[in-house]
T-cell receptor
């Protein structure tokens, strides 16, 4: 039982390149989230999903797109990376009715040069 | 102004000390409250949720004060292994908001 996994763990991109971060969970949870964490800024919500086929914007959605085609996967896309998107990205999931009980993935450290 | 505010610290305490963190939230409609622990370069992990009546788990005690809109975390008999960043949070039915974290350093 792996919980929440993220791929890749590290990545370096050049400005303007695109990439997709993959989050997978084996807990059958309905809710999934993408956060970014920057020094001094805490966790900021990028996008979230309340179920398969649904997505919604969070606090800082600009420059990112997401998809939840399968319940267990939540993808975060950067179409044209910018240095301001250098951050640590965390995916999280929780079951219905337990929003405070989030299970986080190990994170993806992204650097955009 | 962030919805959830907490002192970033660091709180530097000796082993065995008692330390308390407070966290204020601005949304009076918040229904759930919690504390997460985050070790350096790791993901956050749920430490404990905070109930209206307060709750205790070993050396850790969490309290909620709805009138003043703050939650607190008390750690008794601090251990070296308690060194970490503690994130508080509040939320409604499914969108939690986290504070920026309070750094705790426990030294010998």
């Amino acid at each position: 039982n792996a919980g929440v996994t993220q791929t890749p763990k590290f990545r370096v991109l050049k400005t303007g390149q695109s990439m997709t971060l993959l989050c997978a969970q084996d807990m059958n949870h309905e809710y999934m989230y993408w956060y970014r964490q920057d020094p001094g800024m805490g966790l900021r919500l990028i996008h979230y999903s309340v179920g398969e086929g649904t997505t919604a914007k969070g606090e800082v959605p600009d420059g990112y797109n997401v998809s939840r085609l399968k319940k267990q996967n939540f993808l975060l896309g950067l179409e044209s990376a910018a240095p301001s998107q250098t951050s640590v990205y965390f995916c999280a999931a929780h079951r219905t009715g337990k929003p405070y009980e989030q299970y986080f993935g190990p994170g993806t450290r992204l650097t955009v040069t | 102004r962030k919805e959830v505010e907490q002192d970033p610290g660091p709180f530097n305490v000796p082993e065995g000390a008692t330390v308390a963190f407070n966290c204020t939230y601005s949304n009076s409609a918040s229904q759930s409250f919690f504390w997460y622990r985050q070790d350096c370069r790791k993901e956050p992990k749920l430490l404990m949720s905070v109930y209206s009546s307060g709750n205790e788990d070993g050396r850790f005690t969490a309290q909620l004060n709805r009138a003043s809109q703050y939650i607190s975390l008390l750690i008794r008999d601090s251990k070296l292994s308690d060194s970490a960043t503690y994130l508080c949070g509040a939320g409604g039915s499914y969108i939690p908001t986290f504070g920026r974290g309070t750094s705790l350093i426990v030294h010998p």
